[in-house]
């Protein structure tokens, strides 16, 4: 009885003279990863349709608006989500998550797109991907449990997933414990 992999090779019409060369192999490892590539970019960029123009995470995690990068430049480090686009007056906010490691599982961002173009915050929150979205009628609020990373004392990690942290966007302003961040 002839083993199973050369049953499979000669009714695939290859030979293990071919996988032994080496060029095959190399050949189809190759062709595997283009697509591998190619499937990451496409599920990597995504439309943003907002009132006043569209917003895009392009295939390198960058965020445009009208196809040109937002200022300040928001990239992300594992890739950039949207969590939400909110009509608040003569502007659209959009919710942006920066996907981080472990790190930092997450950053957020407010964007606002008007009339008169585009304005994104500065980064904000604990670093925790958990959240909590609430829209009451005079804002959007984030809210969180504070983080500490993996490589932190078990003891800090409990601590801080009990903390809540809110994060309010309200008149084109993020307040935390209502300050503003600067």
């Given at each position: 009885?002839?083993?199973?992999?050369?049953?499979?090779?000669?009714?695939?019409?290859?030979?293990?003279?071919?996988?032994?060369?080496?060029?095959?192999?190399?050949?189809?490892?190759?062709?595997?990863?283009?697509?591998?590539?190619?499937?990451?970019?496409?599920?990597?960029?995504?439309?943003?349709?907002?009132?006043?123009?569209?917003?895009?995470?392009?295939?390198?995690?960058?965020?445009?608006?009208k196809?040109?990068?937002?200022?300040?430049?928001?990239?992300?480090?594992?890739?950039?989500?949207?969590?939400?686009?909110f009509?608040?007056?003569?502007?659209?906010?959009?919710?942006?998550?920066?996907?981080?490691?472990?790190?930092?599982?997450?950053?957020?961002y407010?964007?606002?797109?008007?009339?008169?173009?585009?304005?994104?915050?500065?980064?904000?929150?604990?670093?925790?991907?958990?959240?909590?979205?609430?829209?009451?009628?005079?804002?959007?609020?984030?809210?969180?449990?504070?983080?500490?990373?993996?490589?932190?004392?078990?003891?800090?990690?409990?601590?801080?997933?009990?903390?809540?942290?809110?994060?309010?966007?309200?008149?084109?302003?993020?307040?935390?414990?209502?300050k503003p961040?600067?």
């Amino acid at each position: 009885m002839r083993p199973r992999t050369e049953e499979f090779l000669e009714a695939t019409g290859l030979s293990a003279l071919n996988f032994t060369n080496g060029t095959l192999i190399m050949k189809i490892k190759l062709a595997l990863i283009t697509l591998a590539l190619a499937v990451c970019s496409i599920a990597q960029a995504q439309d943003i349709p907002t009132r006043f123009g569209l917003l895009k995470i392009d295939a390198e995690k960058t965020l445009l608006y009208k196809g040109v990068p937002v200022k300040p430049q928001i990239q992300g480090n594992s890739g950039l989500s949207l969590f939400g686009v909110f009509q608040q007056g003569n502007t659209d906010v959009v919710l942006i998550q920066d996907d981080g490691g472990a790190g930092c599982p997450a950053v957020f961002y407010f964007v606002v797109t008007s009339a008169g173009g585009v304005k994104a915050t500065k980064p904000f929150g604990t670093c925790s991907d958990v959240i909590l979205l609430m829209q009451p009628p005079d804002g959007i609020v984030v809210s969180m449990p504070g983080f500490a990373g993996p490589f932190e004392p078990q003891a800090a990690q409990q601590r801080a997933a009990k903390q809540r942290l809110d994060f309010v966007f309200r008149d084109g302003v993020l307040m935390q414990n209502g300050k503003p961040i600067k």
